[in-house]
């Protein structure tokens, strides 16, 4: 264990006193050798895990030739994960960048331009309770949680806030307001809780968006890249979005984001609307690139969608009948079991145990592992979890 606070890097992080010094597929190791289980997965990020035996050779190739040139040159992976994103989410265009609310920042000013290009003044945007949208001004603004907000105002205007999956609710809050541009949401809320928004809402959302021309934005960033056993989560609605932010698993560890558009959102941006520096260059396209020929070569969303029901059911039959236990949520490598009580110490008492997890959201505790998690390992998270668990709750 690692006892000393970090004195030279900002206080920002409530830190768990290990120090990983290296991985294999879902297991890492810490500085004196112990060895952890990941469920975590670097917070929905190591898609094919840790040294993955294709990902590190191909990029070691990409270190060796460029890491990073500028967007004031063509970058050749950059079309081709673009073209890969366009033909999996059948959307039509992309903008990289680097993180989650860079991506979700691009996709706010989407939203405000598509407002400004039909005449509206002041575009405003919906967005929902118990949301996590980022950490910049615009995207803790968008967020629906005051702790991440509480000493940052004036927080930037123009967002109406509404409740998850009640359609009444976006009704009446948008009602005879020429102003609303865009709604804008997780289809399953990630750090508020692991709350999914059901499919038939979002069906809802898709025909309102559609019949008052606003833009629909989902914020796929720790739900996308195939956690929930389909590419992107709503696609489980038989839906599309105008607008989806993607970042996390995308470059299964590099940082990767992206702004995938379609029809409606595709041609705001002209040239010096928006940019990044670090966006779109070749390392983190190469990571992309390869994420996804990996995720399909090794068949993972379809590994994800198997290894996650068999470890939803597991937990069902574990905790569903427990006291204690509020409910089971989650699909795919995406799941949460909700405590009646907070449990952010159960993270502490995990590591003991030797596994990785979080707790978000006070009371939930999230499983968010490398989507090539096997129904041992799934097995493995359950028998180590289980009996902290039942510890807990008999306090
Ligand atoms: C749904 C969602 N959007 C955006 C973000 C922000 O991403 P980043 O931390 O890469 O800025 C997160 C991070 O947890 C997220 O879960």
């Known amino acids: 264990m690692i006892e000393a606070a970090s004195p030279h890097t900002m206080n920002t992080y409530g830190r768990v006193p ?11 190791w810490d500085v004196n050798g112990r060895q952890y289980l990941d469920a975590l997965a670097g917070i929905a990020v190591n898609t094919l895990g840790h040294n993955h035996p294709k990902l590190v050779p191909a990029l070691q190739d990409q270190i060796s030739k460029l890491i990073h040139t500028s967007n004031y040159y063509h970058v050749p992976n950059q ?42 003044e002041r575009p405003e945007i919906v967005v929902y309770e118990k949301s996590f949208h980022g950490r910049s001004i615009a995207t803790l603004s968008a967020t629906g949680n005051p702790k991440v907000q509480a000493g940052f105002g004036p927080l930037v205007e123009g967002f109406i806030r509404v409740p998850v999956n009640d359609i009444e609710s976006l009704k009446a809050a948008t009602e005879g307001n020429p102003n609303v541009v865009a709604v804008f949401f997780e289809t399953i ?26 833009l629909l934005m989902i914020d796929e960033v720790q739900c996308g890249m195939g956690r929930t056993g389909k590419w992107f989560a709503h696609q489980w609605a038989g839906i599309k979005p105008d607008v989806m932010p993607l970042a996390k698993g995308l470059g299964s560890g590099v940082p990767v984001g992206a702004v995938v558009a379609g029809p409606k959102a595709a041609n705001i941006f002209q040239p010096g609307n ?31 969608a198997r290894v996650g029901a068999h470890l939803k059911a597991a937990f069902e ?51 968010v592992p490398p989507l090539i998690l096997t129904t041992a390992e799934a097995d493995e998270i359950v028998g180590l979890l289980a009996p902290l668990v039942r510890a807990f709750l008999a306090e």
């Open 274 to 304: 928006h940019g990044t520096t670090f966006g779109g260059n070749p390392l983190s396209m190469r990571a992309g690139v390869e994420t996804i020929r990996i995720m399909e070569e090794d068949g993972l969303l379809e590994n994800a």
């Open 317 to 367: 039959r574990e905790f569903g009948s427990l006291p204690g236990v509020k409910e089971i949520r989650g699909q795919g490598l995406m799941l949460g079991i909700e405590l009646d009580k907070p449990c952010g110490v159960l993270v502490t008492r995990a590591v003991e145990a030797g596994l990785l997890l979080s707790v978000t959201a006070d009371t939930v505790i999230r499983i």
């Open 79 to 120: 079309e081709k994960l673009a073209a890969k994103l366009v033909e999996l989410s059948g959307l039509t265009n992309v903008f990289f960048c680097s993180t989650g609310l860079e991506a979700n920042e691009a996709a706010l000013k989407l939203a405000r331009k598509f407002g400004h290009d039909k005449g509206i």
């Open 18 to 28: 290990i120090a990983l010094s290296h991985g294999q597929g879902v297991r890492v």
């Open 189 to 214: 809320q990630g750090e508020g809780g692991v709350n999914p928004m059901r499919a038939e809402y979002l069906r809802q959302v898709r025909a309102l968006c559609d019949e008052r021309d606003w």
